[in-house]
C-alpha cells in the first residue's frame, strides 16, 4: 500500500471524523464552519457577539470534546491491545477480555456502586489487573506458563468473577442493579474531563510501549524459537507486553464500562486492510480503533432521541462483520 493511502486511512479520515463527531449530537447539531468560529472564539483569535452562546459553548467544550477524545482513547485502547494479545498468544480469536479483564472489572465497579469505599474507576481498574493476576497464577504450572493455560484459565476466572457480579446484582437494590447493568453495558453518554484525566495517563503510557516494541511482536508470533534465535527473550516481551495491554484494557474499562467485541475485530479489519505486519498494523489499531469507536458512537447519539449504550452497538455491528470476514476467509485463518 502506498504511503499516500496510508496517510489518508490512519490520519485524515480520523482527524476529519473527530472534527465531524464535534458537530453530531441528540441536543442540536452545529455546522463545520460554526465549529472552527466557535473554537476561534475559545481560542481569543476571533471576537464575535453573535457567537457567544454560552449553552451551545458549554456542549461543545464541556460535553462532546471530552467523550469525543475519551471514545478515541478507548478505541485505540482496546483494538491495540486486542492487536497485541492475539500476536501474543497466536489465536486469532484472543482479546483483551479473554483473560478475564472484562468480568474482573466490572465485578469491582460493581463493588464500589454497592459499597462506596474506593471509586468505581480505581475499583473497576484494581480488580482488573486481579483478574489477570490470577490468571497467570492458576496457569502457572512451575516451569513455564502455556498460551493454552493462560487462556483456559482465563475463560475460568473470568466465569468467576461474573458469577459473583451476579451475586451481587442480586444483593442490589433497584436502583444500584440498574446502574450497575447500564455500567456493563458499556457507556460513554457519563464522559467527562475527569475521566478524560483519569485514562489518559495510562492509556497513552501503554500505546507508547506497544509501539516502542511493534517490531518485537513479528518476532513473537512467529514462536519462541525463532525469537531466541535473534536475540530477543520471548517471556520477558511477552510480560511486559501483556501487562501492558492489562494496563490499558482496564483502564479503558473503568472509564467506559465493558465494550464488547471491539477488541477482537479491528485488529482482524487492520490486518485485512494493512497485513500482517506489526510495524503497521499497531499503527493501524490505533486509527482505526479510535476512528470506528468515534462513527459507532455518533451513529448511537444521532440514530435516536435516547442514547443506547455503546456495548450494545459493538455487539449489533460487530457480531455480522466478524461473520462476514469468518465466512469470506479474510482474516487467513487457514493459512
Given at each position: 500500500m502506498g504511503r499516500l493511502k496510508i496517510i489518508v486511512l490512519l490520519v485524515i479520515v480520523p482527524v476529519l471524523l473527530f472534527v465531524l463527531s464535534l458537530t453530531i449530537g441528540s441536543t442540536q447539531n452545529i455546522s463545520v464552519i460554526e465549529l472552527f468560529q466557535r473554537m476561534a472564539i475559545q481560542l481569543g483569535f476571533l471576537q464575535d457577539p453573535t457567537l457567544q452562546d454560552g449553552s451551545l459553548n458549554t456542549i461543545l467544550w464541556q460535553v462532546?470534546?471530552?467523550?469525543?477524545?475519551?471514545?478515541?482513547?478507548?478505541?485505540?485502547?482496546?483494538?491495540?491491545?486486542?492487536?497485541?494479545?492475539?500476536?501474543?498468544?497466536?489465536?486469532?480469536?484472543?482479546?483483551?477480555?479473554?483473560?478475564?479483564?472484562?468480568?474482573?472489572?466490572?465485578?469491582?465497579?460493581?463493588?464500589?456502586?454497592?459499597?462506596?469505599?474506593?471509586?468505581?474507576?480505581?475499583?473497576?481498574?484494581?480488580?482488573?489487573?486481579?483478574?489477570v493476576g490470577l490468571t497467570y497464577l492458576v496457569s502457572y504450572s512451575g516451569v513455564r506458563t502455556s498460551i493454552v493455560g493462560m487462556v483456559l484459565a482465563g475463560m475460568v476466572i473470568s466465569g468467576v468473577f461474573t458469577a459473583?457480579?451476579?451475586?451481587?446484582?442480586?444483593?442490589?437494590?433497584?436502583?444500584?442493579?440498574?446502574?450497575?447493568?447500564?455500567?456493563?453495558?458499556?457507556?460513554?453518554?457519563?464522559?467527562?474531563?475527569?475521566?478524560?484525566?483519569?485514562?489518559?495517563?495510562p492509556i497513552a503510557i501503554g500505546l507508547f510501549v506497544i509501539v516502542l516494541y511493534r517490531w518485537k511482536l513479528n518476532l513473537l508470533s512467529l514462536g519462541d524459537q525463532e525469537a531466541l534465535a535473534v536475540g530477543v527473550n520471548p517471556k520477558i516481551i511477552k510480560l511486559v507486553l501483556i501487562a501492558v495491554a492489562t494496563m490499558i484494557t482496564a483502564a479503558s474499562v473503568a472509564a467506559v464500562g465493558v465494550i464488547s467485541l471491539f477488541g477482537l475485530i479491528v485488529p482482524h479489519i487492520s490486518r485485512m486492510i494493512f497485513g500482517p505486519n506489526n510495524n503497521i498494523s499497531v499503527?493501524?489499531?490505533?486509527?482505526?480503533?479510535?476512528?470506528?469507536?468515534?462513527?459507532?458512537?455518533?451513529?448511537?447519539?444521532?440514530?435516536?432521541?435516547?442514547?443506547?449504550p455503546i456495548g450494545v452497538f459493538t455487539m449489533?455491528?460487530?457480531?455480522?462483520?466478524?461473520?462476514?470476514?469468518?465466512?469470506?476467509?479474510?482474516?487467513?485463518?487457514?493459512?
Open positions: 462532546r470534546l471530552p467523550r469525543v477524545l475519551l471514545t478515541f482513547l478507548v478505541g485505540a485502547a482496546l483494538a491495540s491491545s486486542g492487536g497485541v494479545l492475539q500476536s501474543i498468544f497466536r489465536n486469532p480469536i484472543v482479546d483483551p477480555f479473554t483473560l478475564g479483564i472484562s468480568s474482573g472489572s466490572a465485578f469491582g465497579a460493581a463493588l464500589a456502586m454497592l459499597f462506596p469505599i474506593m471509586s468505581v474507576n480505581l475499583s473497576a481498574f484494581i480488580f482488573g489487573v486481579c483478574a459473583l457480579l451476579t451475586l451481587l446484582q442480586y444483593m442490589s437494590d433497584p436502583y444500584k442493579l440498574q446502574a450497575i447493568i447500564q455500567w456493563t453495558m458499556g457507556n460513554l453518554h457519563t464522559a467527562s474531563w475527569s475521566k478524560v484525566y483519569t485514562a489518559i495517563g499503527w493501524a489499531n490505533i486509527s482505526i480503533g479510535g476512528t470506528f469507536l468515534l462513527l459507532i458512537d455518533d451513529f448511537s447519539r444521532a440514530v435516536m432521541p435516547f442514547e443506547i449489533i455491528i460487530g457480531a455480522p462483520l466478524f461473520i462476514y470476514l469468518m465466512r469470506r476467509n479474510a482474516m487467513n485463518w487457514n493459512s
